[in-house]
């Protein structure tokens, strides 16, 4: 962690003082800090083990892409360093042949690293890259699954059955699933399918610059046991990833899932070369529209998430340097031409976008429930990605402002 602004292992003054002033609802007790001031000292060989070993949690990562890698590099400093937690960390790796033609599984064992997803990063020796699926979730009992949230419900089905009895589980995957009965968010789908309860961790989270220990703050939000979200506090923050605990699941999970609709149209704006007050006024329509999206479908969702990290600070780095951003103003550079798909494949590498499936899912959710008109912005995102508008409609349509009268009682959404 080299920044000059934010020296270690001192916390810097600035971000002490905004933490304090904002977080007094989500600080640990002080037990809880004697406790893992107890571990931290024990794990540096200062004072006696305060976890047994059938105490300790064992963690597993499901996934390990570009932000599982960096998880994993997070996770596996604190396990080492803290004595509730076993040191190594499994992460399942969807395997696959590098061009080498060696395993990706292998590599990462040998090296390390992650050389397909997270090259020049190590990752901790504690972490081992697992390619069978059941294995790695056997023996944990905190599970972290981070995969591009197309491939969950399959993962899931595999993971029936097979899970820990008692296990925790925290989603930081950005995206949600459009069934028969209405939207589910994925950390549902996990509670629903494997029967745990399941937290979520989002943020202003670009992983390459988390990798390399740039600052940056993420959010937990958790539904109702504040000690579990301090656990997953404790296990991912470090003096470069300061992370605070809300207790709002939906509201949460939904600003990281829509601001990637958001990215999108941004990155449109890009492609256009409209500027940056368009692209601020696109940023702001969407915001609202984020809000009044969560607030319909999760009445408890709050107003002051909108706030924490995962809000506006994600949909701004999203908006600014995200891959959805970026494969959107190439998209809106080729006139709408090339496809999404071609451009993903071409420019990622096999890294993942979500915010064009999540256009198309949350575009499912406003037509079956008539709610078009009300989110002209997600609308418009899904008409262009899907090449039925050009990208230039992204500034014309209908100057997105939403039509009250469409929905009765709307209007109170759109409210500040
Ligand atoms: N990368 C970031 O900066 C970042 C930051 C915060 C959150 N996220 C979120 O984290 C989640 C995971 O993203 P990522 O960046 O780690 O992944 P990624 O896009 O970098 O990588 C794609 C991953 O999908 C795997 N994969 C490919 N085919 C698969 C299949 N059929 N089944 C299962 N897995 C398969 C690949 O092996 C790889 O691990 C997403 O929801 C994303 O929005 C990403
Ligand atoms: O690169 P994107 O667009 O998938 O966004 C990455 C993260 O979600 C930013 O927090």
Not at 25 to 34: G, H, Q, R, W
Request: glycine share 8%; hydrophobic share 40%; net charge neutral.
């Amino acid at each position: 962690f080299s920044s000059t602004l934010f020296p270690v292992p001192k916390r810097p003054a600035i971000v002490s003082a905004v933490a304090s002033f904002f977080s007094t609802t989500m600080a640990p007790s002080a037990p809880e800090n004697a406790s893992h001031n107890a571990a931290l000292l024990s794990s540096s060989g200062v004072g006696g083990d305060v976890s047994s070993a059938a105490q300790k949690s064992r963690v597993t990562i499901i996934g390990s892409g570009n932000w599982g890698s960096v998880a994993s590099k997070l996770i596996a400093s604190n396990t080492i360093k803290l004595a509730s937690f076993h040191d190594e960390v499994r992460m399942w790796v969807f395997e696959e042949k590098l061009p080498s033609g060696e395993k990706l599984t292998e590599v990462i064992n040998r090296t390390n690293e992650n050389v397909k997803y997270l090259p020049g990063i190590k990752l901790g020796k504690n972490v081992v890259a697992d390619p069978d699926l059941e294995n790695a979730v056997r023996d944990a009992n905190m599970l972290v699954f981070v995969t591009p949230h197309q491939f969950m419900e399959g993962i899931c089905k595999r993971l029936v059955g097979k899970v820990k009895e008692g296990s925790q589980a925290i989603s930081l995957i950005k995206g949600m699933e459009v069934k028969m009965e209405g939207p589910c968010m994925i950390s549902s789908l996990i509670s629903e399918q494997l029967g745990v309860n399941c937290c979520v961790l989002m943020g202003a989270n670009i992983a390459n610059e988390i990798a390399v220990e740039k600052f940056s703050e993420a959010t937990v939000g958790y539904r109702e046991n504040r000690e579990i979200a301090e656990k997953w506090v404790q296990l991912f923050n470090t003096p470069y990833f300061m992370v605070t605990a809300v207790q709002d699941v939906e509201g949460v999970e939904l600003c990281g899932t829509l601001k990637n609709v958001v990215a999108l149209a941004a990155g449109f704006v890009d492609g256009l070369e409209m500027g940056n007050n368009t692209k601020a006024a696109i940023m702001r329509i969407g915001l609202r529209e984020m809000r009044a999206f969560s607030k319909i479908l999760f009445p408890t969702v709050k107003d002051n998430t909108f706030f924490e990290s995962c809000g506006v600070a994600d949909l701004i780095t999203t908006c600014l340097g995200g891959r959805n951003r970026r494969v959107a103003e190439a998209f809106a550079k080729s006139g709408g031409k090339r496809s999404f798909d071609e451009l993903e494949a071409e420019m990622l590498q096999g890294q993942k976008l979500q915010g064009v499936s999540t256009a198309r899912e949350v575009y499912e959710v406003l037509s079956n429930r008539g709610w078009l008109e009300l989110f002209p912005l997600f609308a418009a995102v899904h008409e262009i990605s899907s090449g039925r508008l050009p990208p230039s409609a992204i500034v014309e349509y209908g100057e997105h402002k939403p039509n009250f009268s469409a929905v009765e009682g709307a209007a109170q959404y759109f409210s500040s």
